[in-house]
């Protein structure tokens, strides 16, 4: 099947771009006429529903109009584009964001009140997309916001999912997933573009195409072919006239698929069955963060975003470019982890197989054109994939893969002559225990940069799990530390600290200039600025709490401490070690409840992979602690904890801001980054954590007053490992801990049933990956410290506000910019007004 139907979407610069008027009486005009030539309905007879559709093609309308005029801009420049390649998105609610970047936050809300209907319903109606599962999706939408708003050319790349993360529900304390139907009431944002599909191919032959080499051109014929049709979400820049775009691919069947035979003989299912099958590639994103499943399923997932995308920046390049050793010049392609490498041989193969450029000169193109961004360490999460999966799905692109190698060790093999070792590490095939591709190594040789997303993380990579690699090629290797977008997670998510920062800052020039914030530092010892700050936490708890009650029936005192772990249930993230400490607390309670101790709520929320059973009893035991703690009178007033269910970039929205104590616990050395860490520190909590992954940058910027430090760091952690690390013996040694094991595994909260959470006690008590006993003491230590500080409002007021004014840092428009000189070498193209 050719691609009969593509053409080129760009939109030329001409006299045609419309512009959208500049007053309310325009908005409200235009809002009219998409009421009623849209949505088909009239003002009288206007849904919430069709307010809010109206509302957001309304405002999609305005961001058309800048959109064309910076694809206008880039036709004139014809610069370099940095394409982002990504399996995930978290891209979050959209009208907000909308209403802000547009100016029109207030005319809606004056428009919309008049008729009364309100900002939240309206906001409610908005669904999030949640095509993805944790920091890596949340990054790539971070960068997006940043590279328009710095006015870098840049299209984001990904799969347009049916069904996105499973939504997160309790039954008896047990995670259910429910499918996330995210588009289920249609999706104002998208503009689909059906007749600008590709083909792609799966399994299938190859053959020669001239002479035998397998460095070509050689021709394959896939047996199975699915198209892939496009839409794009307009992507804002803040403060400026760019508008770049994230394209996201869907797999439709090829159009014969239908068949209407056994539709006809009444066998409805068989007769769909061929649709149903080809679709499937893009139904349904895959929940497991930071570990590899290796489903065959997954594998066409990965080929066919690069197969589409590709195929769209190839396009794109000619439409201005001809000559194939410019390609580096105009394009350069991150790959956000190894989900998307297949698209280093499939470059490999477009440029030989099919547009005759020879094996040596195509290859020098695509190590140019690619950079890698690895976001772990965790052995489990680098995913490698059978030969023989390969070689039957993708047969053309294991011959390109051997071929690489092969080139790639006998190179090797002239610098170290005779190194096995490092023969057998660093060859893109592992060979034992069977026969699987390295995607990382892949990724590595295809490259010409190799970025860790914190300086711990960076580092490690080079002396650890890329070690060979970086004593090979030193000068890939970069840093590029993650950062968050302080439009979304300070100003749409904050606007009362916003204003806050805003009125003693002077305007809001804080939000394109982070540093900025360090302006605040002049205030945190001011008590007029420290009341206020208070103020502006304590009605954000009244918020959260109200949710809270709302959704859970957990009743949330604004007055106490709020001690937020919101993230992906994971061991190494340790979930538990918090647990240890609430029980501990409760214990305390229990035994003396007239001790003095600090009111504290403790919000927990996250999602575990389906399949993650560890993480999940983990979950089940958060859950029962909390309905332990919050149903004893004992304890109230003094401790309560609530499990925030389905957990996503919204319900973040909420509760950062109201957080007090921001827990980043991890084992040293095995979170890459963290980025919630950083949206937390901006919104003024205060880090209890260890030295892990961005927390070390963190603290080195807040300061070491203003950080709750404690457990081993990354060396100690390996050499406790090592060294025979025993678990048992801290249980021996501490009774606290004791008091608290025993009571987990004495059934306290599982209504005396002793095997309920046997499983989690025996884990940290055994060969504990993680070491969770052997940092107990340390943090339990920490938190009583973390106690004696809250007792000092003002103190800790102080402490808050300088998280805040020194965590500008970790705006990912600084992530952009270091990305920009270290490692894409782009420049900014201005969108001009007119
Ligand atoms: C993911 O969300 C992250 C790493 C992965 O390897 C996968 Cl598969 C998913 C996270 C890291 O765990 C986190 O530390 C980091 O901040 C984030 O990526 C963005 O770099």
Redesign the pocket.
Known sequence: EADSLAFVPEIKPGPNIRRVGTTVEDFEQNLLSNLYFQRGTTIESASAGDAYHTLAVTLRDRLVDRYARTVAAHYETNPRFVYYLSAEYMLGRQLNQNLLYTGTEQWTREIAEARGLSMETLATLDVEPGLG???????AACLLDSMATLDIPAVGYGIRYDYGIFKQTFQNGEQVERPDDWTFYGNPWEFAAPDDQHVVGFYGKTESANGDSMAGPRRWIPSETVRGEPSHMLVPGYGTQTVNIVRLWRARASRQSFDLARFGAGQYGEAVQHIALSESISKVLYPD??TELGRELRLKQQYFLVSCSLRDIIRRFQFRNRDWDAFPDKVVIQLN?THPVLAIPELMRLLVDEHQVDWDRAWSITQRTFAY?C??L?PE?LETWPVALMERLLPRHMEIIYLINHVFLRDLDMRHPGDLRLMRDLSLIQEEPERRVRMANLAVVGSHAVNG??ELHSRLLAETTLRDFASLWPEKFHNVT?GVTPRRFVRLANPRLSSLISAHLGGDGWLTDLDQLAGLEAFADDNAMRERWRDVKRLNKVDLAAYAARTTGVVLDPQAMCDVMIK?FHEYKRQLLKVLHVVTLYNRLRDDPAATVVPRTVVFAGKAAPGYRAAKLVMKLVNAVADTVNNDPRVAGALRVVFLPDYNVTRAELIVPSADLSEQISLAGK?????GNMKLALNGAVTIGTLD??NIEIRDRVGADNFFLFGYNAEQAMSARRSGYSARSFYDQDPELRAVLDAISGGVFSSGDRDAFASVVDSVLGWDEYLCLGDYRSYVDCQDTVERAWQDRERWTSMSIRNTARSGFFSSDRTVRDYCRGIWNVEPVRVPEE
Do not use: K, P
């Open positions: 599962n944790g920091g890596l999706g949340r990054l963060d930071s982890d961004t976001h772990t965790l999460a997303v914190a993650n992906r979170e890459a980054s963290g980025t992954g961005a």
